[in-house]
């Protein structure tokens, strides 16, 4: 066997970070990928693969927000002990004087109290190694280094790991404009795969903002992956970078070309249908999704059946009253407007979603940044009953 194909099938431990509540689906997502000995954790998943998965899990991972690659694990309750054991890792074999790094740091720990600090200690140690092996140092670039390193630390344990992703997987590439707070890509599709809509049934966004719903949704409909868009990826700079292994992952991708249903996105502001139409040109989706300037009121469908996922306002533009009046006329609008669809709406006003007064059939936490947000399913059956307070 040739060194190039024992380097492919090498195996090693891999971590998928995400966001709360989304775990189970970047599970099944990992799955699909070959991923094996799958151990779900807060916010992140440990899983086991090669150089192959590691590519894969860049390109087709919808819920991932980085793919890291763990290389030094440690007990530490010292700076001195930290500083020891990072030096004393080789790596010049990881990369060179002429290239840069950048480090990030994650510290839940009564050892260490500050993550710059714990970034501060490990760069010198790092730069103390390459002074120590040959007499100068590499340069730091945050922006656009050849390696960026994540170090955690969780009470006295330390991983060091290389980050294969670069910029966060979330970042899609296809949004060039924005709406205030918007809804952030990978947490977006995770919506959607919660929702078990079948990829082939009319899909609805009543308050579609910058777009970032439907357009994640006519990607997972066409089997487009995520990555189609990005470039450059962190693992692209390492040192054993398969370049041949890369282009064939993505030339197995067997995309749609055409959808037989619609997936509809709309918004009463014009300045979000701006917005949303140049992010859905951007991503090159501009005939599969039907984009329409309207209040939600004043929407419906004849489909029959399908799936709405919406991420109304919270409320930091309206009143109390205001929302609460909203949201109520939301329900009224769900139940009049769209029997026979499944509704899924998140926010972080609880208070809010109690008026939607509908009666809900599931409800799931997540987090939209720092916000916790519930995200509640309703089905609107034929003669769904109003129920005040069932939204709790």
Same mark, same amino acid.
């Given at each position: 066997?040739?060194?190039?194909?024992?380097?492919?099938?090498?195996?090693?431990?891999?971590?998928?970070?995400?966001?709360?509540?989304?775990?189970?689906?970047?599970?099944?997502?990992?799955?699909?990928?070959?991923?094996?000995?799958?151990?779900?954790?807060?916010?992140?998943?440990?899983?086991?693969?090669?150089?192959?998965?590691?590519?894969?899990?860049?390109?087709?991972?919808?819920?991932?927000?980085?793919?890291?690659?763990?290389?030094?694990?440690?007990?530490?309750?010292?700076?001195?002990?930290?500083?020891?054991?990072?030096?004393?890792?080789?790596?010049?074999?990881?990369?060179?004087?002429?290239?840069?790094?950048?480090?990030?740091?994650?510290?839940?720990?009564?050892?260490?109290?500050?993550?710059?600090?714990?970034?501060?200690?490990?760069?010198?140690?790092?730069?103390?190694?390459?002074?120590?092996?040959?007499?100068?140092?590499?340069?730091?670039?945050?922006?656009?280094?050849?390696?960026?390193?994540?170090?955690?630390?969780?009470?006295?344990?330390?991983?060091?790991?290389?980050?294969?992703?670069?910029?966060?997987?979330?970042?899609?590439?296809?949004?060039?404009?924005?709406?205030?707070?918007?809804?952030?890509?990978?947490?977006?599709?995770?919506?959607?795969?919660?929702?078990?809509?079948?990829?082939?049934?009319?899909?609805?966004?009543?308050?579609?903002?910058?777009?970032?719903?439907?357009?994640?949704?006519?990607?997972?409909?066409?089997?487009?992956?995520?990555?189609?868009?990005?470039?450059?990826? @962190? !693992?692209?700079? $390492?040192?054993?970078?398969? *370049?041949?292994?890369?282009?064939?992952?993505? &030339?197995?991708?067997? +995309? %749609?070309?055409?959808?037989?249903?619609?997936?509809?996105?709309?918004?009463?502001?014009?300045?979000?249908?701006?917005?949303?139409?140049?992010?859905?040109?951007?991503?090159?989706?501009?005939?599969?999704?039907?984009?329409?300037?309207?209040?939600?009121?004043?929407?419906?469908?004849?489909?029959?059946?399908?799936?709405?996922?919406?991420?109304?306002?919270?409320?930091?533009?309206?009143?109390?009253?205001?929302?609460?009046?909203?949201?109520?006329?939301?329900?009224?609008?769900?139940?009049?407007?769209?029997? @026979? !669809?499944?509704? $899924?709406?998140?926010?972080? *006003?609880?208070?809010?979603?109690?008026?939607? &007064?509908?009666?809900? +059939? %599931?409800?799931?936490?997540?987090?939209?940044?720092?916000?916790?947000?519930?995200?509640?399913?309703?089905?609107?059956?034929?003669?769904?009953?109003?129920?005040?307070?069932?939204?709790?």
């Amino acid at each position: 066997m040739s060194n190039a194909i024992q380097k492919r099938k090498k195996q090693f431990e891999m971590i998928a970070k995400t966001f709360f509540g989304l775990e189970e689906i970047l599970a099944a997502e990992l799955r699909a990928i070959g991923a094996k000995n799958i151990i779900k954790h807060n916010r992140a998943l440990s899983f086991i693969g090669n150089s192959e998965t590691m590519y894969k899990a860049n390109y087709y991972l919808r819920t991932a927000l980085r793919i890291l690659k763990p290389i030094s694990k440690f007990k530490i309750q010292t700076q001195k002990a930290l500083y020891k054991n990072v030096k004393r890792y080789e790596w010049e074999k990881i990369f060179s004087l002429k290239d840069t790094f950048a480090i990030d740091t994650v510290v839940s720990s009564e050892y260490f109290k500050h993550s710059k600090f714990v970034a501060l200690k490990v760069k010198d140690a790092i730069v103390d190694r390459f002074r120590d092996e040959f007499g100068e140092r590499p340069n730091v670039d945050v922006d656009n280094p050849t390696v960026r390193i994540s170090v955690h630390i969780f009470n006295d344990t330390c991983t060091i790991s290389l980050d294969s992703s670069g910029d966060s997987l979330h970042k899609r590439g296809y949004r060039t404009a924005a709406t205030t707070a918007p809804l952030n890509e990978a947490l977006a599709a995770g919506m959607i795969l919660l929702s078990g809509w079948d990829k082939n049934s009319e899909f609805i966004d009543g308050m579609c903002g910058s777009g970032t719903i439907p357009i994640e949704a006519a990607l997972i409909a066409l089997n487009i992956p995520p990555g189609y868009l990005k470039k450059t990826y @962190g !693992f692209m700079k $390492w040192k054993d970078y398969d *370049s041949d292994l890369w282009n064939e992952i993505k &030339g197995e991708v067997e +995309s %749609k070309t055409k959808l037989d249903f619609k997936i509809i996105a709309s918004d009463k502001s014009p300045e979000a249908i701006e917005v949303a139409a140049r992010n859905i040109k951007s991503a090159k989706l501009l005939k599969h999704i039907i984009l329409e300037k309207k209040y939600f009121d004043e929407q419906s469908s004849e489909a029959g059946s399908g799936v709405i996922v919406m991420n109304p306002p919270y409320g930091e533009r309206l009143k109390e009253d205001d929302l609460n009046q909203f949201y109520s006329e939301i329900g009224d609008t769900l139940k009049s407007n769209f029997t @026979g !669809f499944d509704a $899924w709406l998140l926010s972080a *006003s609880k208070t809010a979603m109690k008026k939607v &007064g509908l009666r809900t +059939s %599931k409800k799931l936490t997540l987090f939209n940044g720092a916000l916790e947000c519930k995200y509640h399913k309703y089905e609107l059956y034929r003669g769904t009953k109003k129920r005040y307070g069932d939204d709790s």
